[in-house]
């Protein structure tokens, strides 16, 4: 039987909880990598790497916090081996019209989905390049492809995630080290209901109302599943991604061209 196409492969997954990123985390299990389950809270990373088996583990740290990742970082690396494949996924949405959009949440919305990015690739970074070879993958959202109304924030970190993408996927080129950004639309989770929630409160729609009103920017007209943007960070992460770097892929049903 041919071997999976990422044993030996140590990949640290930011925001595995839950989700997208949990997702991810099965898929690329399930082709053989190594993981390292990294959020802020340990109790529900330890349950899914306790289902994905005993060679994985986790690390608790708030991406945005330098300090925390490295030491997570020097953990998982201690425990598992250099960090071949980083996936920034761990992120944040809140919503706010612009002129209720105070300092505080600016702050918070970049910390997370932007500067959790540039730290935790601080952090993996070396060990790519020491091997000369790795795969960084950025979930980002059609967020970083186009706008959106009540979360300036957030789209603008969102864009941000996107520059940070096609400026590394530049530096690295020459090391066999390929950045992208996997953008994907609305996909059915926490983050999502979350949104929901907070349009029937804000407006008293019905669920039904609110959910329609999410699924109408989508081309095929529903939610995107966690499952498929799992799957494009799989490709990515596979030899055969080698050429594919400093791009943004949509996994929005349309939603972008
Ligand atoms: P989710 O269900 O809310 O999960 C978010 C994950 O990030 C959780 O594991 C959470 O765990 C972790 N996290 C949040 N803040 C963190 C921090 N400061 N440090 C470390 N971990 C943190 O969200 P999701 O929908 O799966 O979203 C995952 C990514 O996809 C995000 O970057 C999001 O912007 C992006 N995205 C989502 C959608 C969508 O419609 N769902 C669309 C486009 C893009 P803890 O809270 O325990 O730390």
């Known amino acids: 039987m041919p071997a999976l196409p990422l044993v030996g492969r140590h990949a640290l997954v930011t925001g595995a909880s839950r989700g997208i990123g949990a997702a991810i985390a099965r898929t690329l299990a399930q082709q053989g990598a190594t993981l390292t389950l990294l959020g802020r809270s340990a109790a529900p990373l330890q349950a899914l790497a ?25 953990v998982a690396r201690a425990a598992r081996g250099p960090i071949r494949i980083l996936v920034n996924n761990a992120g944040q949405a809140e919503s706010a019209p612009f002129a209720k959009t105070g300092a505080e949440l600016w702050q918070r919305m970049l910390a997370v989905n932007l500067t959790g990015c540039f730290v935790c690739t601080q952090a993996a970074l070396p060990d790519m390049r020491a091997a000369r070879g790795g795969r960084i993958v950025n979930i980002a959202s059609t967020a970083a492809q186009r706008g ?110």
């Open 50 to 74: 306790e289902e994905l088996g005993p060679a994985h583990g986790v690390a608790t740290a708030d991406v945005a916090d330098a300090e925390q990742v490295q030491a997570a970082a020097s």
């Open 148 to 257: 959106y109304a009540y979360v300036s924030a957030y789209v603008a970190a969102k864009h941000g995630v996107l520059g940070l993408t096609r400026a590394l996927a530049l530096e690295l080129a020459g090391e066999g080290i390929t950045v992208n950004a996997v953008c994907p639309g609305y996909t059915e989770t926490e983050i999502l209901q979350q949104s929901v929630a907070r349009v029937v409160a804000k407006t008293g729609r019905s669920v039904e109302a609110a959910r329609a009103e999410f699924t109408r920017f989508n081309p095929q007209g529903r939610f995107v599943q966690p499952e498929e943007v799992a799957d494009a960070v799989r490709w990515l992460c596979g030899d055969g991604a080698a050429a594919i770097t400093g791009q943004a892929i949509s996994v929005s049903g349309g939603e972008v061209m």
